[in-house]
Protein backbone atom coordinates (compact mmCIF):
# COMPACT_ATOMS: atom_id res chain seq x y z
CA UNK A 1 0.00 0.00 0.00
CA UNK A 2 2.68 2.14 0.92
CA UNK A 3 4.82 1.65 -2.51
CA UNK A 4 1.34 2.23 -4.37
CA UNK A 5 0.29 5.03 -2.97
CA UNK A 6 3.17 6.85 -4.50
CA UNK A 7 2.30 9.37 -7.36
CA UNK A 8 3.07 10.23 -11.18
CA UNK A 9 4.19 13.84 -10.70
CA UNK A 10 2.40 14.19 -14.41
CA UNK A 11 -0.28 12.29 -14.31
CA UNK A 12 -1.07 13.07 -10.57
CA UNK A 13 -2.58 9.57 -9.70
CA UNK A 14 -0.95 6.91 -8.11
CA UNK A 15 0.77 4.24 -8.99
CA UNK A 16 -1.07 1.62 -7.68
CA UNK A 17 -4.16 3.04 -9.81
CA UNK A 18 -2.16 3.22 -12.99
CA UNK A 19 -0.96 -0.40 -12.46
CA UNK A 20 2.69 0.40 -12.55
CA UNK A 21 3.63 -1.64 -9.64
CA UNK A 22 5.02 -5.17 -10.69
CA UNK A 23 5.99 -6.99 -7.71
CA UNK A 24 6.60 -6.58 -3.77
CA UNK A 25 9.21 -9.00 -2.78
CA UNK A 26 9.36 -9.13 1.70
CA UNK A 27 12.34 -11.29 3.12
CA UNK A 28 13.14 -10.57 7.34
CA UNK A 29 11.87 -6.72 6.75
CA UNK A 30 14.05 -6.48 3.85
CA UNK A 31 11.74 -4.91 0.58
CA UNK A 32 12.23 -5.30 -3.13
CA UNK A 33 9.77 -3.45 -5.12
CA UNK A 34 9.58 -3.68 -8.94
CA UNK A 35 8.08 -1.11 -11.21
CA UNK A 36 7.46 0.49 -14.39
CA UNK A 37 6.47 3.81 -15.78
CA UNK A 38 3.90 5.12 -18.14
CA UNK A 39 6.74 5.51 -20.84
CA UNK A 40 10.14 4.05 -21.50
CA UNK A 41 11.23 7.11 -22.05
CA UNK A 42 10.00 8.88 -18.41
CA UNK A 43 12.32 12.18 -18.23
CA UNK A 44 15.06 10.93 -15.78
CA UNK A 45 14.03 13.94 -13.31
CA UNK A 46 10.89 12.20 -13.07
CA UNK A 47 11.65 8.36 -12.62
CA UNK A 48 14.32 8.89 -10.05
CA UNK A 49 11.77 10.74 -7.80
CA UNK A 50 8.99 8.07 -8.51
CA UNK A 51 11.50 5.84 -7.17
CA UNK A 52 12.86 7.33 -4.24
CA UNK A 53 9.47 8.15 -3.07
CA UNK A 54 8.57 4.72 -3.20
CA UNK A 55 11.75 3.86 -1.39
CA UNK A 56 11.40 6.82 1.30
CA UNK A 57 7.73 5.72 2.26
CA UNK A 58 8.64 1.79 2.10
CA UNK A 59 11.27 2.56 4.61
CA UNK A 60 9.09 4.36 7.13
CA UNK A 61 6.92 1.21 7.62
CA UNK A 62 8.16 -0.27 11.12
CA UNK A 63 10.02 -3.34 10.75
CA UNK A 64 11.63 -2.70 7.30
CA UNK A 65 14.81 -2.81 7.88
CA UNK A 66 15.91 -1.84 4.03
CA UNK A 67 14.00 -1.26 0.46
CA UNK A 68 15.20 -1.53 -3.00
CA UNK A 69 13.25 -0.62 -5.81
CA UNK A 70 13.99 -2.23 -9.51
CA UNK A 71 13.14 -0.20 -12.28
CA UNK A 72 11.91 -1.88 -15.04
CA UNK A 73 11.51 -1.45 -18.71
CA UNK A 74 13.20 2.21 -19.37
CA UNK A 75 15.97 2.98 -21.35
CA UNK A 76 17.83 4.32 -18.59
CA UNK A 77 16.82 2.11 -15.80
CA UNK A 78 20.21 1.47 -14.43
CA UNK A 79 21.59 5.05 -13.97
CA UNK A 80 18.16 5.85 -12.63
CA UNK A 81 18.58 2.80 -9.99
CA UNK A 82 21.92 3.01 -8.99
CA UNK A 83 20.58 6.96 -8.10
CA UNK A 84 16.97 5.65 -6.30
CA UNK A 85 19.25 3.33 -3.85
CA UNK A 86 21.91 5.40 -3.48
CA UNK A 87 22.34 6.00 0.44
CA UNK A 88 21.52 9.01 1.55
CA UNK A 89 19.00 10.03 -1.32
CA UNK A 90 16.42 9.23 0.77
Do not use: M, W, Y
Not at 64 to 84: G, M
Amino acid sequence: AAAGSTRDPEIRRSLGELGLLDEVQVVDGQVTVHFHLTSPLCPTKFATSIGQDIRRRVEAIPGVTSCEVVLRDHFLREKIQERINARGSR
